[in-house]
């Protein structure tokens, strides 16, 4: 399947549906490489906006920055779908 037709068919999904997709991919172990490219464009994006001859062009490192942010939401989007945070008032579940 391409990736418009993913794009297509996902359009149609239920929030929960995609949820419950994604807590099933998170466990298998090959969602690892999904991990390891995000972690690898973070830092990416993290170099390119450290680079010294961009630093009085403000424009481009907003633009890096903002790359750096999208990807941390996704990866705290996915974490919390693994392992959700508690409600105000829960207790933490324990380290198992």
């Known amino acids: 399947m391409k990736y418009d037709e993913l794009q297509a068919v996902a359009a149609g999904m239920a ?3 995609v949820d419950n997709l994604l807590r099933s991919l998170l ?5 690892i490489g999904v991990v390891a490219w995000l ?3 973070r830092e990416l994006f ?7 001859d961009l630093a009085s062009d403000h ?12 990807v941390n939401l996704l990866i705290a989007q996915l974490a919390n779908l693994l ?3 508690p409600q105000t008032g829960e207790q933490p579940p324990p380290n198992l």
């Open 39 to 41: 972690d690898r464009n």
């Open 15 to 17: 929030t929960m549906e």
């Open 59 to 70: 424009g481009k490192l907003a633009h890096c920055q903002g790359s750096v942010h999208a």
């Open 83 to 85: 392992n959700p945070a």
């Open 46 to 52: 993290v170099r390119s906006g450290s680079k010294q």
């Open 27 to 31: 466990r298998d172990d090959r969602f």
